[in-house]
């Protein structure tokens, strides 16, 4: 069974950095491309990233380029996104999804199929 489980999320200062991490479970990481989104109150989910399976990183979204980065630890069987720079925009709950097929990478949500739960960040003075 397809797991992703989301973690290292927390409260952080505006300036702040955190890594969240995306376990996989069921199923060995390395072979596919996953991807990372944040749901904002009262904001449509945006993507942010995603990382293919030759560890390519096809896209990040204009509001965190140059801040965030997606990484893969094969041994771990985990994807990272490193965040620094935090802004209090950022404050959203962060999820890493995956597709069956798991070849291609996608900004579109509806394109994954598998979720994890999310974690949630919040970045305040």
């Known amino acids: 069974q397809v797991q992703l489980v989301e973690s290292g999320g927390g409260l952080v200062q505006p300036g702040g950095s955190l890594r969240l991490s995306c376990a996989a479970a069921?199923?060995?990481?390395?072979?596919?491309?996953i991807g990372w989104f944040r749901r904002a109150p009262g904001k449509e989910r945006e993507g942010l990233s995603c990382?293919?399976?030759?560890?390519?990183?096809?896209y990040y979204a204009d509001s965190v380029k140059g801040r965030f980065t997606i990484s893969r630890d094969n041994a771990k069987n985990t994807v990272y996104l490193q965040m620094n720079s935090l802004k209090p925009e950022d404050t959203a709950v962060y999820f890493c999804?995956?597709?069956?097929?798991?070849?291609?990478?996608?900004?579109?949500?509806?394109?994954?199929?598998?979720w994890g739960q999310g974690t949630q960040v919040t970045v305040s003075s």
């Open positions: 069921g199923f060995t990481s390395a072979n596919y491309a």
């Open positions: 999804a995956t597709k069956s097929n798991g070849r291609y990478c996608s900004s579109n949500g509806s394109f994954y199929d598998y």
């Open positions: 990382i293919r399976r030759d560890d390519s990183t096809t």
